[in-house]
């Protein structure tokens, strides 16, 4: 694989990420809180292998004092019940089942788990940052979008 980036979208068309901006509003506008968001984005991150989102998230975690142990883990959550809140493990889960939603689906007990630690609305918003991430991984590693300076 080339480590030069293909392209820089935001240079070619400067409308292009604006329905994602958009987007983004509205899910760190929700009552899911910056500390889980961040778990969701990195989670999908890892799942999609897209250094550039792992480095934000990472970073952005970090500034919303998400605890480290949890940020160690996080790549194995299920076999560190102990270490996530049970609406971190709901999310966690729901945001792996999106993620690979080719492979079986979202479960039925996925999905009850979800519905156990979020209201409708924050469904609604766990669904829309999950699919967020999950449109910005695809635009990074479609790219090859280059790490910003350390």
Not at 44 to 63: F, P, T, V
Not at 79 to 106: D, F, K, N, Q
Request: glycine share 4%; net charge negative.
């Amino acid at each position: 694989m080339s480590d030069e980036q293909r392209m820089s979208i935001q240079d070619i068309d400067q409308e292009a990420y604006k329905p994602m901006i958009a987007m983004e509003k509205y899910i760190h506008a929700g009552s899911l809180g910056e500390p889980l968001l961040a778990l969701v984005k990195i989670r999908a991150s890892q799942i999609n292998g897209c250094a550039w989102c792992l480095d934000m998230h990472y970073k952005e975690a970090r500034a919303q004092q998400v605890n480290q142990r949890k940020l160690d883990v996080i790549a194995g959550w299920s076999e560190a019940p102990a270490v996530y809140s049970e609406r971190e493990r709901a999310a966690l889960a729901l945001t792996e089942e999106v993620t690979r939603i080719s492979v079986a689906g979202v479960s039925d007990a996925v999905w009850a788990g979800a519905k156990k630690s979020f209201d409708d609305k924050e469904i609604v918003q766990l669904l829309m940052a999950i699919s967020a991430i999950n449109v910005w991984n695809r635009l990074a590693v479609s790219t090859h979008q280059q790490l910003p300076a350390a």
